[in-house]
């Protein structure tokens, strides 16, 4: 719980007239009096303005347009009301800072609960696991010896956990995804043709605020680490092979297939079912269109450049290549 003072200060805006307590977001249609909602667009802000929520997040902007339209003015689509609503919070993003506000109301759940771990019933911890404060770990979920959760960390059902893994604070990870598995790494035998199992000793490491989807894999060193920065995103159905090193706020779509050794850097974007082979190294804040394909040992870069195809290349370049084919 919160009051709507405190979510004023945490996302920027100026403090309102009224006290009202704020126990959970919501969506407009669901509001109660004690939810924080939010409103981008004229029309979602006269819904939330006609429902009971006890605060709104909306657009500088809209305010002014809709003080503009009740005093006679003729501001097209937007909407009349009284833009000194005390449950206003005017904000630069509100889908940004309704975000934001969510994240705080779930810590201050945690320290109502006086930070103590949840562990259901059916879960199994191996030794030495350890769970930092507010943590919860859900149905059937394992977690092997020595594996280290964070503070405010959410384990859902049926997530494995292998021995080895460590995960920072915040981390969500979503029903069936399994964490710090062997990689799939083999010696092969060139007179015989026999495969053997190459060592699969390493480690995984998940730093704060990582989410991971559901029935997501991601594999531990061969033998060093594989990590995962902080602020990643990972979509369901996402496999992330040995010995990877995964940079700060990187976004990753589902079934997208990282291969081995790959380096992708901070800010970086895949799209879904993007496949990297090996060795592939992809630069800051790039972008991969959904299905693009890096070969092994390639490396992409250019900050904010998006591109496309197997193999991947600059989209202009693949608009350019696809025009030439339908020429014949």
């Known amino acids: 719980m919160a009051t709507i003072a405190e979510i004023a200060e945490l996302v920027g805006a100026s403090a309102p007239l009224v006290t009202n307590k704020i126990l959970c977001v919501s969506s407009i249609e669901a509001a109660t009096s004690s939810a924080l909602i939010f409103a981008t667009d004229a029309a979602t802000l006269e819904a939330a303005l006609k429902s009971p929520a006890g605060a709104i997040l909306t657009r500088p902007a809209l305010l002014s347009h809709g003080g503009a339209a009740q005093n006679g003015?003729?501001?097209?689509?937007?909407?009349?009301?009284?833009?000194?609503?005390?449950?206003?919070?005017?904000?630069?993003?509100?889908?940004?800072?309704?975000?934001?506000?969510?994240?705080?109301?779930?810590?201050?759940?945690?320290?109502?609960?006086?930070?103590?771990?949840?562990?259901?019933?059916?879960?199994?911890l191996g030794a030495g696991v350890r769970l930092g404060q507010g943590s919860s770990i859900g149905p059937h979920a394992v977690l092997g010896d020595n594996v280290v959760l964070g503070d405010d960390c959410e384990i859902l059902a049926n997530v494995t956990i292998y021995a080895g893994t460590s995960l920072g604070n915040r981390v969500l990870v979503q029903a069936g995804a399994v964490l710090g598995a062997t990689g799939f790494g083999y010696a092969r035998n060139s007179a015989s043709g026999e495969y053997i199992a190459f060592p699969q000793q390493g480690t995984l490491a998940i730093e704060d605020d990582v989410e991971?989807?559901?029935?997501?894999?991601?594999?531990?060193?061969a033998l060093g680490e594989t990590r995962i920065g902080a602020g990643t995103k990972i979509d369901n159905l996402v496999h992330i092979a040995h010995n990877c090193v995964v940079g700060r706020n990187v976004v990753i779509a589902s079934q997208t297939g990282i291969s081995g050794s790959c380096v992708i850097e901070d800010g970086a974007v895949l799209g879904g079912q993007v496949g990297l082979g090996e060795h592939a190294h992809i630069g800051p804040g790039v972008i991969l269109g959904g299905g693009a394909g890096v070969l092994s040992h390639k490396k992409?870069?250019?900050?904010?450049?998006?591109?496309?195809?197997?193999?991947?290349?600059?989209?202009?370049?693949?608009?350019?290549?696809?025009?030439?084919?339908s020429r014949g």
């Open 73 to 124: 003015g003729s501001a097209q689509g937007a909407p009349s009301f009284d833009p000194h609503d005390p449950r206003l919070l005017a904000v630069a993003d509100p889908r940004y800072a309704f975000a934001l506000a969510a994240r705080f109301l779930r810590s201050r759940e945690s320290i109502a609960n006086d930070f103590a771990p949840r562990i259901h019933s059916t879960a199994v």
């Open 212 to 221: 991971i989807g559901a029935n997501s894999t991601i594999d531990r060193g």
């Open 300 to 325: 992409v870069r250019g900050p904010g450049e998006v591109f496309w195809g197997r193999p991947a290349r600059p989209l202009k370049q693949y608009l350019r290549d696809l025009a030439r084919l």
